[in-house]
């Protein structure tokens, strides 16, 4: 069974800088799209960046594009997001999640129905930012 295990969330004033880490525990890491969604309090989860799994091809939300990078090691079956210039809007539970399945184009998670791509989630790790 595959698990997801996010670690790196914290508190960091604004302009700062965190960085979260994903782990796969499982088979075909490789396979998979990977990503990152978020949920605010009080609002619904949203989509923040995803990653081919042969890590050539990345798409981000406006609301963190130039400011987060996402990235892989398949070798270490992790995924990693560097979020720099942090605002108090980035507040939120960060979630790691898998593909659907390995036919899912990374696009798909990128979509405004992105959540319903996703086959696998993480426990999820709180970032707060202050202002």
């Known amino acids: 069974q595959v698990q997801l295990v996010e670690s790196g969330g914290g508190l960091v004033q604004a302009g700062g800088s965190r960085n979260l880490s994903c782990t796969y525990s499982?088979?075909?890491?490789?396979?998979?799209?990977m990503g990152w969604f978020r949920q605010a309090p009080g609002k619904e989860r949203e989509f923040v960046s995803a990653?081919?799994?042969?890590?050539?091809?990345?798409y981000y939300a406006d609301s963190v594009k130039g400011r987060f990078t996402i990235s892989r090691d398949n070798s270490k079956n992790t995924i990693y997001l560097e979020m720099n210039s942090l605002r108090p809007e980035d507040t939120a539970v960060y979630f790691c999640?898998?593909?659907?399945?390995?036919?899912?184009?990374?696009?798909?998670?990128?979509?405004?129905?992105?959540?319903?791509?996703?086959?696998?989630w993480g426990q999820g790790t709180l970032v707060t930012v202050s202002s």
């Open positions: 990653v081919s799994g042969s890590r050539t091809v990345t």
């Open positions: 999640a898998r593909a659907m399945s390995p036919a899912t184009f990374t696009q798909a998670m990128s979509s405004t129905s992105g959540v319903n791509n996703v086959g696998v």
């Open positions: 499982g088979r075909s890491f490789g396979l998979y799209a």
